[in-house]
């Protein structure tokens, strides 16, 4: 089973960007999708953005489009690239793996994630 282990979160100021990683453990992670979702305090678990398992379908939340952006590697590492952030970015942010390779927004097809990782957006 694929095992996931998110980094790179923080404290940033308003404007500021942060770059979160996600690290999985086997090489069953070049055939899933990987998504990453976040979750505020006191709120549900929401879409951020995802990447299918070729890198060729990215979808994002509308309210990050222009400011995120995904990648991932051809060994076992995503990315999530957050410039222009925002108080309202601030939330736990996980990552995720779809076996069936193709991205979407929907978290019900997610079935392994990671710990998360903090970010703060506060000046």
């Known amino acids: 089973q694929v095992q996931l282990v998110e980094s790179g979160g923080g404290l940033v100021q308003p404007g500021g960007s942060l770059r979160l990683s996600c690290a999985a453990s086997r090489r069953t992670f070049l055939t899933h999708a990987i998504g990453w979702f976040r979750q505020a305090p006191g709120k549900e678990r929401e879409f951020v953005a995802a990447?299918?398992?070729?890198?060729?379908?990215t979808p994002f939340a509308d309210s990050v489009k222009g400011r995120f952006s995904i990648s991932r590697d051809y060994a076992n590492m995503a990315y999530l690239e957050m410039d222009s952030l925002k108080p309202e970015d601030t939330a736990v942010y996980y990552c995720?793996?779809?076996?069936?390779?193709?991205?979407?927004?929907?978290?019900?097809?997610?079935?392994?994630w990671g710990q998360g990782t903090q970010v703060t957006v506060s000046s």
């Open positions: 990447i299918n398992y070729n890198g060729g379908s």
């Open positions: 995720a793996a779809d076996p069936s390779g193709e991205a979407t927004t929907d978290i019900r097809r997610y079935s392994t």
